[in-house]
C-alpha cells in the first residue's frame, strides 16, 4: 500500500502571507498523480492543485503552487497572498496512474489564515 | 447538474442494525468511490468501481458492501452497523484519464452508530 505523510497537522498564517504545507509519500510505482485537495468547514472537499509524475514543471493554479521533488518523494503546497477564505483542512494525495481511482490521502493540515 | 448526491446527510443507528447509503451522479462518471474519514485519520477508500457492475475493495472494506449496478448510483450497504463504523462518509466520482483523474466529491454522510 501507499503511505501519504501529512507532518504539520496544524499551521497559522497572516492574512497576505506565505504559506507551505509539507507531504511525502511512499511509493514504488513510477507512474502516478499527485493531488492537494481543502476542505473548509463545510465538509465539501475541492480540488486546489494536481501533480503528474512524469512532468517535470511545477504545476500552478493562481495562488497556488507545489514543489514536487520527485527523487525526494516530497509534494510541498505553497499558497501565496493568503486569504481569509483559504482557511480548512488540506489534504494531500497519491494516485497510482494505472488504477485511476484508488487514491490514498494523507492525515491533512488544519490551516487557520489569521486576519 | 447536480454533481454527486449523497442521502441522507445524517444518521443515527443501533449497533446491529443495517442501512443503505445513497450515492448518484449526474456526469456519466465511469469511476465512483466511498471513502471514510475519521479524525486524525484522513479519507481512507472502502470500495471503488471503474464502470458499472464492476467493483473492488479498497483499504477498509470490513463491514461494507456495494453495487453498481448502473453507471449513475453507487450504494454503499452497511451489513451489521458497529460502534467502530461512525464516521463521515463521503462519495466521489471521476471521469478518469481524460480530465486528470479529478474527484469530485459528495457533501458526505455524518453516521453515528450507538
Known amino acids: 500500500a501507499q503511505t501519504v505523510t501529512q507532518s504539520q497537522p496544524e499551521m497559522s498564517v497572516q492574512e497576505a502571507e506565505t504559506v507551505t504545507l509539507s507531504c511525502t509519500y511512499d511509493?514504488?510505482?513510477?507512474?502516478?498523480?499527485l493531488f492537494w485537495y481543502k476542505q473548509p468547514p463545510s465538509r465539501q472537499m475541492i480540488l486546489v492543485i494536481r501533480?503528474?509524475?512524469?512532468?517535470?514543471q511545477n504545476a500552478t493554479e493562481n495562488r497556488f503552487s507545489v514543489n514536487f521533488q520527485k527523487a525526494a518523494k516530497s509534494f510541498s503546497l505553497k499558497i501565496s497572498d493568503s486569504q481569509l477564505g483559504d482557511t480548512a483542512m488540506y489534504f494531500c494525495?497519491?494516485?497510482?496512474?494505472?488504477?485511476?481511482?484508488?487514491?490514498?490521502f494523507g492525515t491533512g493540515t488544519s490551516l487557520t489564515v489569521i486576519p | 447538474n447536480a454533481g454527486v448526491t449523497q442521502t441522507p446527510k445524517f444518521q443515527v443507528l443501533k449497533t446491529g442494525q443495517s442501512m443503505t447509503l445513497q450515492c448518484a451522479q449526474d456526469?456519466?462518471?465511469?469511476?465512483m468511490s466511498w471513502y471514510r474519514q475519521d479524525p486524525g485519520m484522513g479519507l481512507r477508500l472502502i470500495h471503488y468501481?471503474?464502470?458499472?457492475?464492476?467493483?473492488d475493495q479498497g483499504e477498509v472494506p470490513n463491514g461494507y458492501n456495494v453495487s453498481r449496478s448502473t453507471t449513475e448510483d453507487f450504494p454503499l450497504r452497511l451489513l451489521s452497523a458497529a460502534p467502530s463504523q461512525t464516521s463521515v462518509y463521503f462519495c466521489?466520482?471521476?471521469?478518469?484519464?481524460?480530465?486528470?483523474?479529478?474527484?469530485?466529491f459528495g457533501p458526505g454522510t455524518r453516521l453515528t452508530v450507538t
Open positions: 466521489a466520482s471521476s471521469p478518469g484519464q481524460g480530465a486528470g483523474y479529478e474527484q469530485y
Open positions: 511509493t514504488s510505482e513510477n507512474n502516478y498523480y
Open positions: 501533480q503528474e509524475a512524469y512532468k517535470q
Open positions: 494525495a497519491f494516485m497510482k496512474h494505472v488504477t485511476g481511482n484508488q487514491f490514498y
Open positions: 456526469m456519466n462518471h465511469e469511476y
Open positions: 468501481s471503474v464502470g458499472a457492475g464492476i467493483t
